[in-house]
């Protein structure tokens, strides 16, 4: 179980590592202006699809169908819906393809009209990546069933290394119809990677001897889970929405943030999927115990890289994206971004203590609770704080999702949250009032990694995780 989840992280950190060179080489190029805007707008709907499906949209809901199911059953099983995904794919191609301009003005409301016609022609390419996609997530299931991890979390690698290929090659020079088509070959090499181990398996793509009823026993798993990704991208859009409204540029800084954000959630990825089959394999104070550590584990993981990005992100800005990138808004948000990267990675766990019971309808009333708080700040915020303003929404929503997942699972008293939690306010304070004002790039460096290194020190002896 290590090994495999030590190799799934790397592949992961690999894939998240190319989609951050692809956003930063965007900018290197192109600047961040009206004509990255129109791309990354273009982008967010199939960037939203694949997330969502690396995130395990089809897999957690049919993976617990195809193992219980003989050899035999499985390949007719797995047979007999693959043409169906096949025709939903090129479905959502020709939907997204067809209402282009609809969805990038939806996205992208505050781009020009050239910018808008831009993004539209590149959606319409973007759109050919659904079937890769779809494909991809399909015929990972029976490589997870055989505990074949790795190979099928390449997808956001091969994904990412055309258009990253093309970038550092071409440079400003690159086209953004020649940019989607790299895309497009990317969702192309996810399946190719996978189907010769499945064929070997006995999966045939165009078989049509499917399992009577398969297709709505497979469709009543996915709505829970579906109904929780759509509110997550459902924010993420809005957020592109709102900074695409805040002046040219703003949608390039938003998505770099986030992609700077995202890296230290790798290791947590792993710890959660371990957290989550100790706990149902226990039960009561048991899996309460098991609890603590993975909170304690999550504070101790995400609470030094805070620490860290808040004391040092101009300089980090600085050292990592192009030049000219710390003189804009991005070293405050990416900042403000890393506060409630401390609070998601608690609602990650307790929704897992949820699951663990066999309870999924709870952590997603809680969460949809939070995305509300969240889309309702959206709308005020950041008419009074700019960027800024979209990173505080973020924050009260995933405060707001921390406490009922507390309340509802009669946590309040049972852990010990208030002061976790108060020493997270703490210690970021003193990174954002003290490291971050600084003005000297090596001294800020310097300070804020050892900040951070001893905010990790200092956490593993006070809470321990490790000890039962």
């Avoid at 003989?70 to 169906?84: F, I, K």
């Avoid at 991890?149 to 400003?172: M, T």
């Avoid at 459902?234 to 938003?254: D, Q």
Wanted: with cysteine; proline share 6%.
């Amino acid at each position: 179980m290590f090994n495999s989840t030590l190799w799934l992280t790397l592949a992961t950190l690999a894939g998240l590592a190319l989609g951050f060179a692809r956003e930063w080489l965007l900018v290197a190029s192109w600047g961040a202006g009206a004509r990255s805007d129109a791309f990354l707008v273009a982008l967010f709907l199939p960037e939203a699809l694949r997330m969502t499906l690396a995130a395990g949209l089809i897999s957690a809901a049919a993976l617990p169908l195809y193992q219980q199911r003989d050899a035999l059953q499985r390949q007719q099983w797995l047979n007999g819906l693959t043409p169906w995904l096949l025709l939903s794919a090129v479905l959502l191609s020709t939907l997204l393809a067809g209402a282009a301009p609809l969805w990038t003005q939806l996205i992208g409301p505050g781009l020009d009209d050239n910018a808008q016609q831009q993004a539209a022609d590149s959606l319409r390419l973007l759109a050919l990546c659904a079937p890769g996609f779809i494909l991809h997530a399909w015929l990972s299931i029976p490589l997870q069933a055989a505990e074949r991890f790795v190979l099928a979390g390449l997808g956001s690698l091969l994904f990412n290394l055309p258009p990253v290929l093309w970038l550092s090659l071409q440079g400003d020079a690159a086209t953004a119809d020649e940019l989607a088509q790299a895309c497009v070959i990317g969702s192309l090499l996810m399946p190719l990677a996978i189907i010769t181990p499945n064929i070997r398996q006995g999966w045939r793509p165009f078989s049509v001897h499917g399992e009577p009823g398969a297709g709505r026993e497979l469709l009543r798993q996915i709505g829970p889970l579906l109904a929780s990704n759509a509110a997550s991208q459902g924010l993420a859009l809005l957020e592109r929405l709102v900074a695409s409204l805040l002046g040219e540029g703003a949608v390039t800084w938003v998505n770099l943030a986030r992609k700077l954000i995202n890296l230290p959630l790798i290791a947590l990825m792993a710890l959660n999927q371990v957290l989550l089959g100790m706990m149902s394999s226990r039960a009561g104070n048991d899996r309460l115990a098991i609890l603590r550590q993975g909170l304690g584990a999550s504070t101790l993981l995400t609470l030094p890289a805070a620490f860290g990005l808040i004391a040092a992100s101009p300089a980090l800005v600085q050292l990592f994206l192009p030049a000219g990138s710390s003189d804009g808004p991005l070293p405050e948000l990416l900042a403000w971004f890393a506060v409630p990267l401390v609070f998601g990675a608690w609602n990650a766990m307790l929704a897992r203590y949820a699951y663990a019971a066999a309870d999924t309808r709870l952590p997603l009333r809680c969460e949809l609770a939070g995305s509300m708080l969240n889309a309702a700040l959206l709308a005020v915020l950041p008419g009074w704080f700019g960027l800024t303003g979209i990173a505080l929404a973020a924050l009260a929503g995933v405060i707001l999702t921390s406490l009922l997942l507390l309340q509802r699972q009669n946590l309040l008293r049972s852990l010990n949250w208030p002061a976790q939690w108060s020493v997270c306010v703490t210690l970021l304070a003193v990174a954002a009032l003290t490291l971050h004002p600084i003005h000297q790039f090596w001294l800020q460096l310097t300070l804020g990694t050892l900040g951070g290194i001893l905010c990790l020190l200092s956490l593993a002896v006070w809470l321990k995780p490790w000890r039962s």
